[in-house]
């Protein structure tokens, strides 16, 4: 018997659980985020640094619930007709010529100016009607018959003017067309809405007020070592504790772009394919460059390897 929706958010355990069964491991606090965005409807706005599974959390919820994800991924200079919908022009074009070839045909009958422009403009509402329209991924969302996940990927790298044109869908999931009118979801079917950010840049108040708020850090070194063990089932015990102490120990350094989880997982994976069941110096020195992407990041850790590389071995003999 297939598991209803409601069954699969029931409770914040349950939410673990099923994310869990899925290899996405989350905190408490991811967890109550979203069962708080289904039951109360409101969109999260996830915060954090990159890679620690922001974007992910979306994918994840929407295969948990059996829904389709729909990703608008936020860049400078994005509008409306880019994120909600824009007219098909060619096939106004199209109906243009054939209109024009049967013009006289259309405009059989009528006495006068007055009349022929009446005919004419009732072809002008037909060519701005829905058959003409392209849906972009914020119409597309709330048209979905069974309901979907929205996914407002990186929200931070958008113009302040785009974060005007969500605030409505934010608020009443709805968005206003002015040759159609209001686009609204179902009552039942509203989108599950989730906004990433890397915090590049401050968002506004009014766009904060509409959502549930969720900071995602950089996780704790044991909540690390079950996310790798989930994504890289491969990985033996004692490698896992290694690298994940070696990491969190990165992280501490003064650079430029620290390691993130999706790079602890890229790592571990490159590790097994070079079959290795434990941390050496020299092997750590020739895989920096899937954890750092910045050589003067890769020069800092060389002139520090042996020492990290000893403690995390020494670590997790501890641990």
């Known amino acids: 018997m297939a598991i209803k929706n409601e069954d699969r958010l029931k409770d914040i355990e349950t939410i673990k659980s099923q994310f869990e069964s899925l290899n996405y491991i989350c905190s408490e606090e ?14 999260v706005l996830i915060e954090g640094p990159p890679g620690v599974g922001k974007t992910e959390l979306a994918k994840t919820t929407a295969d948990m619930l059996g829904l389709s994800c729909i990703r608008l991924q936020c860049y400078e200079g994005l509008d409306e007709s880019k994120a909600i919908y824009e007219w098909k022009y060619g096939k106004q074009l199209l109906y243009t010529q054939v209109l024009k070839e049967t ?15 009446k005919k004419l403009q009732s072809f002008g509402d037909i060519f701005f009607s829905e058959e003409f329209l392209e849906p972009r991924p914020l119409l597309k969302a709330l048209k979905e018959e069974e309901s979907c996940v929205l996914l407002i990927d990186e929200v931070d790298k958008s113009d302040h003017e785009f974060e005007s044109l969500l605030l409505e869908i934010l608020s009443d999931f709805q968005l206003s067309i002015p040759e159609i009118g209001t686009v609204s979801a179902k009552k039942d079917k509203k989108p599950i809405v989730f906004l990433t950010s890397n915090n590049t840049r401050e968002i506004s108040d009014a766009l904060k007020r509409r959502c549930l708020h969720l900071y995602i850090p950089f996780p704790e070194a044991q909540l690390e070592r079950q996310i790798v063990q989930a994504r890289v089932p491969k990985i033996s015990n004692q490698l896992n504790k290694q690298l994940v102490a070696f990491i969190q120990e990165l992280r501490e350094m003064d650079l430029k772009k620290v390691p993130a989880i999706s790079e602890t997982i890229d790592w571990a994976r490159t590790l097994i394919l070079l079959h290795s069941e434990t941390l050496d110096t020299e092997l750590v020195r020739q895989t920096l460059n899937v954890i750092l992407k910045f050589q003067e990041d890769i020069e800092t850790v060389s002139g520090e390897l042996a020492s990290v590389v000893g403690r995390a071995v020494k670590n997790q003999r501890g641990a």
């Open 30 to 43: 991811i967890a109550t985020a979203v069962y708080l965005a289904y039951h109360l409807g409101k969109p």
């Open 103 to 117: 013009l006289g045909e259309v405009l059989q009958g009528a006495k006068g100016l007055s009349e022929s422009v």
